[in-house]
């Protein structure tokens, strides 16, 4: 099946700015972007949905750090397809500016443009390739002022590199400088978790890849290896403390040869930022954050919920940024967030009266620790079995760098063919982040 054309493409900021606009087809209807974006904006409980209709156009976006990546077409279009033209768009913009920011874009907006005259043609998808695009595009990259970050360490060695590093331009110059051969590969995990109102895990998964971005030069065949006793497919044989998955697919540039044997990938890594493995985990593991949540009537009007988080992994590591959403019911009148005041600085609870909920934000949360919080609705009417089952669930998102749920490791990185003169940097990192984590309040 053939995409249906696009008529209009167009990158907001999150205020609602235009930064990029594009008419392939000369139906853009008068004040679109600015009817889609109230759309967004005023969408009750703030998530609105990635496919629209209004007024007979269909409206379709993804959310890319904060920016609004979209589309108008008047066709009946795949959405699926058009969300992932959306999706390898912003890549390809990301590889050629270094990082995906409004500043990034607004400095590289004519690169950006001839980008999409050679993506799409009269609304049509030509090529996403990051590498086939190369040789068409002539326009050198402006590189963004990188923001002053934690130094994250390697796994592969004592150095240590700034996690904006990555973040830089595929091609163009360097300012004169050397462009350093360097690979950067990022473990990253997204936890899908559902707690009970006890504490207990009901659901649980791990969504995996292996994520790398290549700035060495001749474009040699790597070899990355990960754990030895590595197991794929539940119900096969393994030892006590192997990583199991449940199963995992490769991008087309990684080789298989040695995989069975040694759990070694085979790879010349191309152009720009590539997934080299996604993998599933449903066994058990152990859950970096437990949420334990106590609910009171202390009468007819009045509630109290007591939240205890438990931060259930090594004291060496710590969460970041983690914030924990409370839903209160819709007949609250008054809400209070108390924090323990012996807790830790860098924590606040604030009461978001319009989204009937409670955020409470925890910059760092260290390993083995423990904080919580007291949260007393003053209800307008009588309480019910109803207005009890709309406090919660609670929700949690959050970071833990240089952490690893599944265990998955990598062994070694390197050139496979040891004639090549130089050796390069190789970075490493372990990043566990929060997808859906929830906890049932009773």
């Known amino acids: ?125 030509q090529t996403t390739g ?114 199991v998955l449940d199963d995992c697919n490769f991008h087309e540039c990684v080789r298989l040869d040695d995989f069975e044997s040694g759990r070694q990938l085979t790879l010349v890594p191309p152009d720009g930022e590539f997934v080299a493995l996604n993998y599933r985990i449903t066994a058990e593991f152990r859950a970096p954050f437990r949420m334990f949540p106590s609910v009171t009537e202390t009468d007819a009007l009045h509630l109290e919920l007591l939240l205890l988080v438990r931060a259930d992994m090594p004291e060496a590591q710590y969460g970041s940024n983690v914030v924990v959403s409370v839903p209160v019911p819709r007949a609250a009148g008054t809400v209070s967030a108390e924090i323990d005041p012996r807790a830790l600085p860098g924590q606040s609870a604030e009461y978001n009266a319009t989204a009937k909920r409670v955020d409470w934000t925890i910059k760092r949360f260290q390993g083995g620790t423990e904080q919580s919080l007291r949260v007393r609705v003053t209800l307008t009417q009588p309480c019910t079995a109803t207005t009890r089952r709309e406090l919660g669930p609670i929700s949690a998102s959050f970071e833990v760098p240089m952490y690893s749920v599944s265990g998955l490791q990598v062994r070694y990185l390197k050139i496979a063919d040891a004639g090549k003169a130089y050796n390069p940097y190789r970075w490493v990192r372990y990043v566990t982040l929060s997808s859906s984590y929830v906890a049932r309040v009773g």
Request: glycine share 10%.
């Open 1 to 125: 099946m053939s995409i249906a054309p696009i008529s209009h493409f167009f990158i907001l900021s999150p205020r609602g700015d235009t930064i990029i606009s594009k008419d392939y087809r000369g139906d853009v209807v008068p004040g679109g972007t600015d009817i889609f974006f109230r759309k967004v904006k005023f969408t009750e409980g703030g998530d609105p949905p990635p496919c629209m209709n209004i007024d007979g156009v269909n409206y379709l976006f993804v959310r890319k750090n904060g920016l609004l990546f979209g589309v108008t077409t008047r066709w009946n279009c795949s959405p699926s397809q058009v969300i992932e033209l959306l999706h390898r768009l912003a890549k390809v913009f990301k590889d050629y500016c270094g990082t995906l920011t409004e500043e990034a874009i607004r400095k590289n907006f004519i690169l950006i443009y001839e980008l999409l005259d050679e993506m799409l043609d009269y609304g049509y998808p």
């Open 130 to 243: 990051t590498e086939s695009l190369k040789s068409y595009v002539y326009n050198e990259p402006i590189a963004v002022e990188p923001s002053k970050s934690l130094r994250i360490p390697s796994t592969l060695g004592a150095k240590t590199n700034p996690s904006s590093a990555a973040h830089k331009p595929i091609t163009g110059s360097t300012g004169g400088a050397k462009q350093r051969n360097e690979i950067f590969v990022d473990i990253l995990e997204r936890l899908n978790v559902l707690f009970g109102a006890n504490g207990q895990i009901l659901n649980s998964s791990i969504d995996g890849c292996i994520q790398m971005k290549s700035y060495l030069s001749g474009n040699p065949e790597l070899k990355l290896a990960l754990n030895e006793d590595l197991v794929i497919g539940r119900g096969q044989t393994s030892t006590y403390g192997a990583v």
